[in-house]
């Protein structure tokens, strides 16, 4: 290397330790000024080269030593002497002045700060560890900081003051104490994580169920907003129908058509996050199964249905679009049980099962809050009951806790009313079997758990069951009146105003749960049908007339002239008992209402005396 490239490189570290002195010296924060060495004396300083303004106190510079290195080795040296100052000053920097120019500045972790570094007396004040969100530590020689010099631990926001602090003035001085944080903060579900057992393959909450409080249906409002719709609670034209101020709280408008996604999502959120890498398993053909399915998906937990042989196609395509893994085995629902236990045995997969727990509960329980915020002075509200419970125990804690004068009641079916046994016996009851169970779906199941059972007991005021004509009316009602396809689960809380079952809320301002959307094409086909036979807005006559076209044509002027609509027309003229030249015409025709079908038979009868009308 040449004589003058070194003579350069010796000028520029020459001029950088000059301008880290100059602006020392600059920043008046020096005990006093520091002497440039002569053989590093320039004009002015590189303004690249400018040092933070940071505090020095009581600092002192060996100058002695530097230039001493500076004289044998001025090249070599400079850079390296440069660093070691600006190290010094790094490490006698006081707490305030650590953090005064930094973006992040905080006054409250200021002033914390400046109390946890001051040195102490030993006989007055007792060495106390830091706290551990800060991760400080403090020794007789000074404050010690674990990791890189300079490194800043996570800033303290001034909300999370109240954690840890006492503010006197808040733009003064904060009385701070020391404290060591050696335990995880309270959750206010005290069993949200202790919902899986490290050893067992099914979600047993059998010994840690309790009453849930309103503090946890609001932390579960809180934590699942972001993943379910807040669904409409609209006033409905029913309401002329029936005498009462009728508001539809619509939850099959969810994603997945049902109530269950609040709870499930909740329940969910709630695993712990190794669980939540193994993935769950569920065996169900409900609407459990569906919100385990999409929600378990969006949080990208591996998730697997086990369904029956005979379960809907349309069922098991939809949990498949909404990516679970479904495998069809048994052509029972307790033999895809034992089939998904023994694989979550196998794989170390949760078996979740819809069960009265404490976080489920609250997180159905949240329907019942945004009733209440969305309908003003509620005088009653409506919800399914039977086995499945636990929408009806959840919302009435949440209800009953801001309101306690609001009725809140449950209907279930007269064919399993398995709500109203449970509850005079005082535990589940489980000897009833419902065999209608693709009709009535979740409401015709067991019982599945003291604690929903103890919270319907002490909170609901009263429960009431409903045949299988009025859910099917109530369907109709709902289709024709709210354009909402139900099934039987969403339509079973109008079905006991439909039915005349609660005269006492005529009147008055009343909101039905309308739960569920999930009803198969072919199913719902069957239920409208059987729905408009029992108003007679669908009937069936047969009469006998002579084989020709002419009287063929005069029954149709009948019909005509009474505006009805003729739905089928059939002639059987081999199986008959009649003359030879005469048929048997059966007709079935839709009215307006039962009126119009009564006076549609009048004139029938009085032309054919014969008409035969079937009943029902």
Same mark, same amino acid.
Not at 198 to 216: A, M, P
Not at 299 to 327: D, H, N, Q, W
Not at 393 to 421: C, D, M, T, Y
């Given at each position: ?21 100059? @602006? ?10 520091? &002497? ?116 800043? &631990? ?36 005290? +069993? ?6 490290? @050893? ?10 309790? #009453? ?23 006033? /409905? ?46 065996? /169900? ?83 019942? #809050? ?5 309908? &003003? ?29 609001? @009725? ?35 409401? /015709?199941?067991?019982?599945?758990? /003291? ?9 609901? +005021? ?31 809380? #109008? ?20 739960? @569920? ?15 408009? $036979? ?12 002579? +084989? ?37 015409? $059966?007709?079935?025709?839709? $009215? ?21 009308? $079937?009943?029902?």
């Amino acid at each position: 290397m040449s004589p003058s490239i070194i003579q350069a490189l010796t000028q520029i570290d020459k001029d950088r330790l000059a301008s880290k002195i100059i @602006s020392l010296n600059s920043s008046n924060r020096l005990s006093k000024p520091l &002497p440039l060495p002569h053989s590093c004396r320039i004009a002015a300083p590189s303004k690249s080269a400018a040092l933070p303004t940071q505090a020095v106190q009581g600092w002192q510079c060996p100058w002695a030593s530097v230039s001493l290195l500076l004289c044998f080795a001025p090249g070599i040296t400079m850079n390296f002497a440069a660093q070691l100052i600006y190290s010094r000053v790094l490490k006698n920097r006081t707490p305030r002045d650590r953090y005064r120019e930094d973006e992040d500045y905080d006054p409250f972790w200021q002033s914390y700060a400046e109390q946890l570094f001051l040195k102490k007396d030993d006989s007055k004040v007792k060495k106390q560890d830091a706290p551990a969100l800060c991760d400080l530590r403090l020794c007789k020689d000074g404050p010690i900081r674990n990791g890189h010099i300079g490194q800043r &631990p996570p800033p303290i926001n001034p909300e999370r003051l109240k954690d840890f602090v006492e503010e006197d003035y808040l733009n003064g001085d904060v009385k701070t104490w020391e404290m060591k944080i050696v335990s995880r903060n309270e959750e206010l579900l005290g +069993d949200a994580l202790s919902l899986v057992p490290q @050893s067992s393959s099914r979600i047993s909450l059998s010994s840690h169920n309790k #009453l849930i409080r309103f503090e946890d249906i609001s932390a579960a409002a809180f934590k699942i907003q972001s993943g379910v719709q807040k669904t409409p609670c609209m006033y /409905s034209r029913l309401s002329k129908l029936y005498g009462v101020d009728i508001y539809l709280k619509k939850e099959f408008l969810q994603y997945t058509g049902s109530v269950k996604e609040r709870g499930v999502l909740y329940l969910l959120t709630s695993l712990p996050q190794d669980q939540q890498r193994k993935g769950v398993i569920v065996a /169900s053909d409900g609407n459990f199964s569906m919100a385990v399915a999409y929600h378990a998906s969006e949080l990208r937990i591996p998730v697997f249905v086990i369904m029956s042989t005979s379960t809907s196609p349309a069922r098991v395509k939809t949990c498949r679009e909404y990516g679970a893994m479904v495998i069809s085995y048994g052509t029972t629902a307790k033999d895809s049980q034992m089939h998904a236990r023994r694989l979550a045995q196998e794989n170390g997969y949760l078996y979740l099962e819809e069960e009265d727990s404490a976080v489920y509960l609250s997180g159905l329980g949240t329907m019942g #809050l945004e009733m209440y915020e969305q309908v &003003p002075k509620l005088d009653a509200v409506i919800f399914p009951a039977g086995g499945h419970c636990g929408l009806l125990a959840g919302s009435a804690a949440a209800l009953k806790h801001l309101n306690p004068r609001i @009725s809140v009641i449950g209907v279930e079916s007269e064919s399993f009313p398995v709500l109203q046994q449970s509850l005079k016996a005082g535990h589940p009851a489980e000897d009833q079997a419902c065999n209608n169970h693709h009709f009535y779906g979740d409401v /015709s199941g067991l019982c599945f758990g /003291s604690n929903s059972l103890q919270l319907t007991g002490k909170l609901v +005021d009263k429960v009431v069951a409903v045949s299988e004509e009025d859910v099917l009316i109530s369907m109709l009602r709902l289709l024709e009146y709210e354009r909402a396809t139900v099934d039987a689960e969403g339509a079973i809380g #109008l079905a006991a105003l439909v039915a005349g079952k609660l005269p006492e809320l005529k009147g008055k301002r009343v909101a039905i749960a309308i739960c @569920s959307g999930n009803v198969d094409l072919h199913l719902l086909q069957r239920c409208i049908a059987r729905a408009l $036979t029992l108003e007679s807005r669908v009937c069936r006559f047969s009469l006998v007339i002579s +084989d020709s076209p002419a009287d063929v044509s005069k029954l149709l002027e009948v019909l005509a002239r009474e505006e009805a609509r003729v739905l089928d027309i059939r002639q059987e003229r081999t199986f008959v008992t009649s003359e030879l030249f005469t048929v048997e015409v $059966t007709c079935t025709v839709e $009215t307006r209402d039962k009126i119009h079908t009564a006076q549609l038979r009048n004139a029938l009868l009085e032309r054919y005396p014969t008409a035969a009308w $079937t009943e029902r």
